[in-house]
């Protein structure tokens, strides 16, 4: 090392583990560096950390000898001559991404760590990227299925009082109404408008049997709905228009009231409606009806649909939910005979429908969506390990036993997790048993369908072990409410745990060998702050997958609109939607208006890239262990803000991709739509930018061109071939900003059209995630923030910097501070 020491510089760690901080790298002038204030969290054991919670290095010293030499560029003064280690034990031993900053925040050096997401192999080009939505909760206007019942009679209105009382959670438990108007159909059009806006080439819906059959089967009458099929027609006509590739769940979560008519008694019994419907999914009649059904939606669709999922969340939500929790229909509680009934009724059901299909469409690929929770035993093991039993137990019920029945064969009617006390069934009693064909043993799974969203802490619960032996254990549904040492949870209180879809995907590989579909994955949340950074924390899992060789075959995001969230209705917690729906207003057509999410931008480049590291980088992510949010390092791209010739507003936002070319969307205030750029061009010598956009249903083909001067972009546009002048200004807030101890990103994508600026906050310590800043507004050069209970911040944009104070809430004497933020850069030349 030679030269003078001096400066500051902000080194970022990265983690493979889930132990991400921000560490100061200070120069002290003498022949080595100190970090200071790193915290390494993690579950104990692994890599140095000591088996408590939290260990602290208070000062870590590289040693000279170890160093290299930083080359900065000529404006990073202060970051001159500085040096550090590249080959430090510590930095192998974490798998870190190390960027070091000079003092103006600028990024002058980038160690790639082993194991960073941009080692990851891309994914496939045919890979299915997607939405998932399921018919009762988008299409609205239903008659006649077990949620209307279940959400309408007041018994069960009063039973969900006792239960919440008792069982202390908050439902909200009403019908979905309208929910978001997909059936109608120009509805639908505009948000697979939205899905292809962001690149997507695939999406999940559900044909609703309750409204292509809303009459039982009598005589002649085979009970079809000759309008309702025909809906379905043009659903997937208006997908291939649009290159989205169908995946098609033919029973999501409701039947036809017919076939179930929920007890309204307070006290769930066999009440005389349910006697008279077929009794829902305990009965065999049932099992009969679903075939009859899914022959008639097959042989009428097989045409336009590759990817058949006969039935989502047969355990996990349909036993679960619906005969132990007993908030879901048919709405018995702690029943287990019928728990069992219905269970096996389930596996009767996917094996039969899988011959059905086969045999109508031997091409065809089936299987269904099955909900797979990561269980964690809670902190105590138990009297005699009673919690650990319970969670193996709890796993193998509600994940693995299906798959083994469905994919080996194996089927265990004791449903018990010790191979000791299993009852097997022989193998020529297994066909028997599900309702097949004798004969060798084939997998009735073309490829297994996961829905993953999180971890569950699981403990022997007394009464379920009794009333439901093969669940034995219970969770709680909101992990605030419990003392786990919990990682970032949503709105829900659903604990992050990214590794967990790792996990699952390495297992199903290694025990079933078959290709696996991720048919869900998402969070809840009031406002957007965390979806971003969860959804590519799913996704490095699932690139993670694929290196070692599982194949994934695509990823469905739950998903693309906010839709009706079953017992939790509209609540804003249960925000699941790539498009926030705000329904709280109509627009000019009648329908609540749908929004960008920061989690759809980052899908957005996360497709566009074919990778998940660059976006990463932009949006951040989890860590692996769900335990802390890790802060972008960089801007995702630029933003202006202006006007169509006709006065209409709009914004543009334009990255620069690492794979090559951009990724450009418009959003044309009138029509409320995010419109995708094709064809972008920068010519750097003559500093002209050139894109265009394809026409849209309502909106005609455009074609730019601007020359760039300063902040600002001033050309001509085509619309439908007739020439405009048109203008944009840079919208210099955009971005995300690092003021040495915390993130704050802004945005303003919608513009007025979205009220305005959207802020979120982050200091990595000792905070974990994002937290949104409700109160955020701009007056001339002044920017105001609140985040009620915290601070309150003005700023002023000066020199690219932001300037201001920082005052705490409530306001404490000298509490006040300075601020002084950097925009971190974006890849945008211009
Ligand atoms: C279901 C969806 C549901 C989502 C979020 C899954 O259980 O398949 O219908 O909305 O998770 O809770």
New binding site residues.
């Given amino acids: 090392m030679s030269g003078p020491q001096r400066g500051v510089a902000i080194v970022e760690v990265q983690t493979g583990e889930g132990r991400a901080e921000w560490v100061r790298l200070r120069n002290t002038g003498a022949a080595s560096v100190e970090l200071t204030g790193w915290t390494l969290r993690g579950e104990g054991g692994a890599q140095g950390v000591t088996q408590a919670r939290t260990f602290t290095f208070p000062a870590f010293h590289l040693a000279p000898g170890r160093e290299v030499r930083v080359h900065t560029g000529p404006a990073a003064q202060d970051a001159e001559n500085l040096s550090w280690a590249t080959r430090a034990p510590v930095w192998s031993d974490v798998h870190e991404d190390v960027v070091l900053r000079d003092a103006q925040r600028r990024e002058v050096s980038r160690l790639p760590a082993h194991g960073a997401p941009e080692e990851l192999p891309r994914f496939p080009p045919d890979f299915l990227w997607g939405v ?1 939505t ?1 018919g ?2 988008v299409e609205g206007r239903t008659q006649g299925n077990d949620w209307d019942v279940f959400t309408t009679s007041p018994g069960i209105q009063q039973r969900f009082k006792v239960v919440e009382d008792v069982a202390r959670f908050d439902t909200n438990l009403h019908a979905p109404g309208e929910a978001v108007n997909h059936f109608d159909l120009d509805v639908l059009r505009e948000d697979l408008d939205r899905a292809c806006a962001l690149g997507l080439n695939a999406y999940r819906f559900s044909i609703e049997w309750g409204r292509v059959q809303p009459r039982k089967p009598t005589g002649a009458d085979a009970g079809f709905d000759a309008a309702a099929l025909a809906y379905y027609d043009t659903v997937l006509k208006e997908l291939h228009q649009r290159r989205l590739t169908p995946v098609v769940t033919l029973s ?2 409701s039947l036809p009231v017919w076939v179930l008519d929920p007890p309204r008694t307070l006290i769930p019994s066999e009440d005389e409606p349910f006697r008279a419907s077929l009794r829902g999914w305990e009965s065999a009649a049932t099992v009969a009806a679903y075939l009859r059904y899914v022959r008639h939606v097959v042989e009428r669709y097989r045409g336009s649909v590759h990817w058949w999922l006969t039935l ?2 047969p355990v ?2 349909v036993v679960g939910l619906g005969y132990v929790a007993g908030i879901w229909p048919p709405g018995f509680i702690l029943d287990g005979n019928r728990a069992k009934d219905a269970y096996f009724n389930l596996l009767r059901a996917h094996a039969q429908a899988y011959d059905a299909i086969k045999a109508l469409q031997p091409g065809a690929s089936v299987g269904l ?1 099955h ?1 797979m929770l990561y269980a964690k035993r809670v902190k105590e093991p138990g009297l005699g390990n009673a919690h650990d039993g319970a969670k193996n137990q709890f796993d193998y019920f509600n994940t693995w036993h299906l798959l083994n029945a469905l994919v080996h064969g194996k089927v265990d009617t004791a449903i018990h997790r010790r191979a000791g006390s299993q009852t097997v069934l022989a193998p020529q009693e297994v066909a028997g048993f599900l309702g097949v064909d004798a004969g060798p043993w084939r997998p009735r799974l073309d490829f297994i369908g996961i ?1 993953y ?1 999180r971890a569950v802490y699981v403990y022997q619960h007394a009464v379920v072990a009794l009333a439901v032996p093969f669940l034995d254990g219970a969770f709680e549904n909101d992990v605030r409410t419990t003392e786990e040492h919990h990682g970032v949870v949503s709105d ?1 209180g659903w604990e992050h745990f990214p590794d967990g879809l790792y996990q699952h995907l390495a297992r199903l590989h290694r025990d079933y060998g078959l290709p696996v579909l991720v ?2 994955n ?1 969070l ?1 949340e009031r406002t957007d702050r965390n979806r971003a950074a969860y959804t590519l924390a799913h996704l490095t899992q699932v690139q993670r997958a694929l290196k070692d060789g599982v194949a994934v075959k695509g990823y469905l995001h ?2 693309l609109v906010d ?4 017992h ?1 209705g509209y609540r804003p917690e ?1 925000r ?1 939607g790539l498009f926030t729906v705000d329904r709280d207003r109509r627009d000019a057509r009648g329908q609540h208006p749908r929004h960008i999410t920061e989690g759809a931008l980052a899908l957005a480049h996360a497709v566009a890239e074919r990778s998940v590291g660059p976006a990463v980088r932009k949006f951040g992510t989890v860590t692996v262990d769900g335990h802390r949010v890790r802060p972008p390092v960089r801007t995702p791209g630029a933003v202006w803000h202006g006007e169509l010739a006709e006065g209409v507003p709009f914004t543009l936002c334009l990255d620069r991709l690492e794979v090559g070319g951009w990724l450009g969307l418009l959003f044309d205030a009138k029509r409320a739509r995010w419109l995708r750029l094709e064809g972008v061009e920068w010519d750097a010598a003559a500093r002209r930018l050139l894109f265009s956009h394809p026409a849209h249903t309502g909106t005609p083909s455009r074609s730019f061109e601007a020359t760039v001067e300063g902040d600002s972009l001033r050309g001509t546009l085509r619309d439908a071939g007739v020439p405009r002048p048109w203008h944009a200004r840079r919208d210099a807030l955009f971005g995300v900003w690092d003021d040495g101890t915390s993130r704050l990103v802004l945005a303003n994508l919608e513009g007025e059209a979205r009220g305005g600026l959207r802020a979120k906050w982050l200091r990595p310590l000792p905070r974990e995630a994002w937290r949104s800043v409700p109160l955020a507004a701009r007056t001339g050069p002044e920017l105001r923030l609140t985040l009620p209970g915290s601070w309150s911040l003005t700023a002023t944009l000066e020199d690219g910097a932001l300037k201001g104070r920082r005052v705490p809430l409530p306001a404490t004497p000298g509490g006040e501070l300075p601020f002084h933020a950097f925009r971190l850069p974006d890849d945008v030349p211009f």
Avoid: C, R
């Fill in positions: 998932a399921a009762y909760q999501h979560l989502n969340e996990g939500s969506a909900a829905n969203y829900l048919s869900e998402g809840a739950w998903t839709n009706f969230e079953w939790e249960a699941f």
